[in-house]
């Protein structure tokens, strides 16, 4: 079985750019969250959807948004790119949402503001 | 959200057990304790979970305290492949929600 996929793996952009990174979830998981991890701050919560539906939904700016397609794909968007935004983005899958499952994550990917 | 605080590292030698601390004292009733794992350019991994009993899986043991205030990963042969960050993560089943909450977590050096 496939395990969670994040393209693109590497990215570079510049500030004021955006930025579109997309998350292929394990086959048959619908549930879909994502992370953002820094040196300074660790691995924060930004946001989940499942079933194409947002769920919950981290303290970030507006400017970082998601969305989920009909196959469980997801993707985030961060607009306006600043310095700060450079870090490890990863997303994690699940089948269904509670306490006592086990969620999957992604190899992440890298984004460089410059 | 109920915190958790654990050891910023700690050593361990290759093939001997490793216990990882987890103090949780807010803990409420309905809180699943978690332990997730992030070994060097990876993203975390799943390593195992309790609600009120130890448990045990292949990659690990979980103990947890009677009073379910902290809790024990036990690595019991620890290798150089279990070099990483481990995160100790409360869950509560009060809403419908995957949200993982990481704290600092430990870092594992296991040396040959």
């Known amino acids: 079985k496939a395990g969670v996929t994040q393209t693109p793996r590497y990215l570079i952009k510049t500030r004021g750019q955006q930025v579109t990174l997309s998350c292929s979830p394990i086959?048959?998981?619908?549930?879909v969250s994502w992370y953002q991890q820094t040196p300074g701050q660790g691995l924060q919560f930004l946001f989940e959807y499942f079933s194409e539906t947002q769920r919950n939904k981290g303290n970030f700016p507006g400017r970082f948004s998601g969305r989920q397609f009909s196959n469980s794909r997801s993707e985030m968007n961060v607009s306006t790119l600043e310095l700060g935004d450079s870090a490890l983005y990863l997303c994690?899958?699940?089948?269904?949402?509670?306490?006592?499952?086990?969620?999957?994550f992604g190899p992440g990917t890298r984004l460089t503001v410059l | 959200d109920a915190k958790t605080t654990q050891p910023n590292s700690m050593e361990s030698n290759e093939e001997e057990p490793v216990h990882l601390p987890c103090n949780h004292s807010?803990?409420?009733?309905?809180?699943?304790i978690h332990w997730y794992r992030q070994l060097p350019s990876q993203g975390p991994e799943y390593v195992i979970h309790g609600l009120t009993s130890n448990v045990n899986n292949r990659m690990a043991s979980l103990a947890i305290a009677e009073d379910r205030k902290s809790s024990t990963l036990i690595l019991h042969r620890a290798t150089l492949r279990d070099a990483a960050v481990y995160y100790c993560?409360?869950?509560?089943?009060?809403?419908?929600?995957?949200?993982?909450?990481f704290g600092t977590g430990t870092l594992l050096a296991v040396q040959p």
């Open positions: 993560i409360l869950r509560d089943d009060g809403g419908a929600t995957n949200k993982l909450i």
């Open positions: 994690a899958s699940s089948t269904t949402s509670g306490p006592y499952n086990e969620q999957f």
């Open positions: 807010t803990i409420s009733g309905t809180d699943y």
């Open positions: 086959s048959g998981h619908r549930s």
